[in-house]
């Protein structure tokens, strides 16, 4: 069972490869997944609960605070001053190709940093 961290404003999880459609995520039945659709819930989610086995990052995710976009590249931030909440594996599942290759190396950078 793997302990799964989905932070997608659009992006679903399913269990049966016959419901999944584009915008849907495929795990196996035993595998624990929490869907955060925010940057608020996903940070929450880092924050209060054990270091996940993956995390799914978009980066685009609709939240602002004060006017200010808040990102998965936020989220990378966080991590990079909190070590001790890295996932075990980071994926980028942004389509947003301008962004992704920066939030790519900065999720590899974060491996080496892991306690």
């Keep these: ?35 955060c659709r925010d940057f608020f819930s996903g940070l929450a989610c880092l924050q209060h609960l054990p270091p996940f086995d993956l ?6 995710l609709g939240s602002f605070d004060g006017g200010q976009e808040k990102t998965g ?10 070590p001790g909440q890295i996932p075990a594996e980071i994926r980028i599942v942004s389509a947003n ?6 939030m790519e190396l900065s999720a590899h950078q974060l491996m080496s940093l892991k306690p």
């Design 1 to 35: 069972m793997k302990r799964v961290l989905i932070i997608d404003d659009i992006r679903n999880a399913t269990r049966s490869a016959d419901a999944a459609d584009a915008n849907d995520i495929l795990f196996d039945h035993d595998d624990q997944v929490i869907i």
């Design 55 to 60: 995390l799914l990052l978009d980066r685009d």
């Design 73 to 82: 590249e936020d989220i990378l931030t966080w991590l990079h001053s909190n």
């Design 97 to 102: 190709i301008i962004r992704r290759p920066a």
